[in-house]
């Protein structure tokens, strides 16, 4: 089903706007999705996450657990984990005075990460890959020492790490 505006209202109207209030369906045609594999969530802290560089601990109460996170805005600090499973999830705080950051899972080609938004979003999927196949698998989060034109700062974080199992 596609809802699409015509821009144009009956002549009784005060405005084109639509709105849609529910949706209700009987059945879907198409078969719902396999479920997820469920993901266990390891902490910034945890020995099996290497970082290099210079990153600092910074508490705060809207962090995962409740307390701490990792955090660097310098080019090239990074943080490289092995796991385990077909899926793997960055989490951090996504806002205003976040910067950006590459990621590379298996020696894949980076993908750009930018962790700005306009007010901030804790516990954030910020990256998120599935479809890996079992087996081991890498993946390194490394600070650009950059950020979006809107951001006010080049900061990234770790606050956790959801995966099947760490290595």
Do not use: C, K
Not at 25 to 34: H, K
């Amino acid at each position: 089903m596609t809802i699409t505006s015509t821009g144009t209202r009956n002549a009784l109207a005060g405005s084109t706007r639509i709105e849609v209030d529910a949706i209700e369906v009987d059945t879907l045609l198409d078969p719902p999705p396999p479920p997820v594999e469920e993901l266990v969530r390891f902490e910034e802290g945890d020995a099996r996450l290497s970082y290099g560089g210079g990153w600092i601990e910074v508490s705060g109460g809207s962090y995962s657990a409740g307390s701490t996170t990792l955090s660097s805005g310098l080019a090239g600090d990074s943080v490289t984990l092995s796991f385990e499973g077909d899926a793997v999830r960055w989490i951090a705080l996504a806002g205003p005075n976040r910067g950006i950051a590459q990621v590379t899972v298996n020696d894949n080609d980076p993908v750009t990460v930018d962790l700005y938004q306009p007010t901030n979003l804790p516990q954030s999927a910020v990256f998120e890959t599935d479809g890996l196949g079992a087996g081991p698998h890498t993946m390194t989060i490394t600070s650009t020492g950059t950020r979006n034109a809107l951001a006010g700062s080049t900061r990234i974080e770790v606050d956790a790490i959801e995966a099947e199992a760490l290595n």
